[in-house]
Nanobody
């Protein structure tokens, strides 16, 4: 079993940057694929980015592809989401999620993940 804890959210102006962190404790972190999802108020939870267990493959939702970078440090059990050129549409609660797999595939749906953090709020204002 693993526990996930997000940090780094906050309020930023349009065009600004934030870095979210997901600290993972418990089981063998290096055997888990980790993803970030977000949920705008009143809307469905949506995929943002995923990194495979090895860190060799990364996947992004189209609207963030050129602005966000997901990375992981298996020695420190942390996954980060560097967000730049933030837009008002990026406003949401952001969640990290984990799935035990060595596959290089993309897991797009929230139901593919077994462990979740509590979320951190990102608010982008003009």
């Amino acid at each position: 079993q693993v526990q996930l804890a997000e940090s780094g959210g906050g309020q930023v102006q349009t065009g600004g940057s934030l870095r979210l962190s997901c600290a993972v404790s418990g089981d063998d972190f290096s055997s888990f694929a980790v993803a970030w999802f977000r949920q705008p108020q009143g809307k469905e939870r949506e995929f943002v980015a995923q990194i495979t267990a090895s860190g060799e493959s990364r996947y992004y939702e189209d609207s963030v592809k050129d602005r966000f970078i997901i990375s992981r440090d298996n020695a420190r059990n942390i996954v980060t989401l560097q967000m730049t050129d933030l837009k008002s549409d990026d406003t949401a609660a952001y969640y990290c999620a984990a799935r035990r797999t060595y596959s290089a595939g993309r897991y797009y749906y929230p139901t593919s993940y077994t462990n979740w953090g509590q979320g951190t709020q990102v608010t982008v204002s003009s």
